[in-house]
């Protein structure tokens, strides 16, 4: 069983600071997918990351697969309202192509 | 913008009745799943499906559990007699090719079983 686990669960921070999510396995993937879900909806996909230590951004968000691709972390800077939400990473595992494990989720609240 | 849809967005049953989920993938898309998540918990997969048939499934994914494309269009989740347990949102997620980069959610349906 591959298990993704994310931190920290909860993270209550203000407006206009910055923040880290990290997502750690021990498993490798060949991807992983970062996605921000809000109460009553499905998960909405943010970015992929396939490359071993490669860097995503997305406006204020920066995504990173660790070079190992066991890992991944989110930044986010100057941290606003809209923000808020539950932040799931999610890994596709190597040689295989049909299933996404998600993470543990990691809930954000930006209080302005 | 092409997306999942889902129906019913509710669906309230006696513990023991058979309930049908469905959704309807995005037109050009090739795979299918379902996935599903229990009340504060993680999102859990249940099965995908390609060309027609089951390429993978967890061990949630048991002999009451059953998936069809009646069509070119839906894809339905059958649960032939519910038990407690199975409350859940089910979500159904479609993806264009197997690299399974890039998933894309329906809104879920809220499944009660009483």
């Known amino acids: 069983t591959q298990l993704l686990e994310q931190s920290p669960q909860f993270l209550s921070i203000q407006e206009g600071e910055n923040l880290t999510v990290y997502c750690n396995s021990s498993?490798?993937?060949?991807?992983l997918q970062w996605y921000r879900q809000e109460p009553g909806e499905g998960p909405v996909l943010l970015v992929t990351?396939?490359?071993?230590?490669e860097v995503k951004k997305l406006k204020r968000l920066t995504f990173q697969f660790g070079d190992a691709r066991k890992d991944s972390s989110l930044h986010i800077t100057a941290a606003q309202p809209g923000d808020t939400g539950l932040y799931l990473c999610?890994?596709?595992?190597?040689?295989?192509?049909?299933?996404?494990?998600f993470g543990t989720g990691t809930k954000l609240q930006v209080i302005p | 913008e092409p997306e999942v849809t889902q129906t019913p967005s509710h669906q309230v049953t006696q513990m023991g009745q058979e309930v049908i989920l469905r959704c309807v993938p995005i037109?050009?898309?090739?795979?299918f799943y379902w996935y599903r998540q229990i009340l504060g918990q993680k999102v859990e997969f249940l099965v995908s499906?390609?060309?027609?048939?089951?390429?993978?499934k967890s061990e949630i994914f048991d002999d009451q559990f059953s998936v069809e494309r009646p069509d070119g269009s839906n894809f339905t989740l059958k649960i032939r007699s519910t038990k407690l347990e199975d409350s859940a949102m089910y979500f159904c997620?479609?993806?264009?090719?197997?690299?399974?980069?890039?998933?894309?959610f329906g809104s879920g349906t809220q499944l009660s079983v009483l």
């Open positions: 499906f390609y060309n027609n048939e089951i390429s993978e």
């Open positions: 037109s050009n898309h090739l795979y």
């Open positions: 997620a479609s993806s264009e090719n197997r690299s399974n980069e890039k998933l894309f």
């Open positions: 990351v396939v490359t071993g230590g």
């Open positions: 999610a890994g596709a595992r190597m040689g295989g192509y049909q299933k996404v494990t």
């Open positions: 498993s490798v993937f060949s991807s």
